[in-house]
């Protein structure tokens, strides 16, 4: 199995920046694809960025292009999220997700994750 372990939440005033990692562990090398998904209070957890291990194209919802950055760090198995600018509409439970190859993956969607995070809260105040 993989196991994802995410951190670096907290509570942050707006404009403010924030990183997330992720960490993977167990059969790392048997995924494709990494994600972040969030889930503001009372909502549907929704996409935020995704990047294949050995891809050279990022996705990002359009609600954090410019403002959030993906990066990854192959030979440690760590993915991160940079996220400039925090706006309270930020706030939300952040998850690291991971999938396995196929030929059907759509970064977006969050059935193509077999592999979730606990996820870690960020709070971005007024």
């Known amino acids: 199995q993989v196991q994802l372990e995410e951190s670096g939440g907290g509570l942050v005033q707006a404009g403010g920046s924030l990183r997330l990692s992720c960490a993977a562990s167990?059969?790392?090398?048997?995924?494709?694809?990494m994600a972040w998904f969030r889930q503001p209070p009372g909502k549907e957890r929704e996409f935020v960025a995704a990047?294949?291990?050995?891809?050279?194209?990022?996705y990002y919802a359009d609600s954090v292009k410019g403002r959030f950055t993906m990066s990854r760090d192959n030979a440690k198995n760590l993915v991160y999220l940079q996220m400039n600018s925090l706006k309270p509409e930020d706030t939300a439970v952040y998850y690291c997700?991971?999938?396995?190859?196929?030929?059907?993956?759509?970064?977006?969607?969050?059935?193509?994750?077999?592999?979730w995070g606990q996820g870690t809260r960020v709070t971005v105040s007024s």
């Open positions: 997700a991971a999938a396995d190859y196929s030929s059907t993956w759509s970064p977006m969607r969050r059935m193509s994750y077999s592999y």
């Open positions: 167990g059969r790392v090398f048997s995924t494709y694809s």
């Open positions: 990047t294949r291990w050995t891809g050279t194209t990022t």
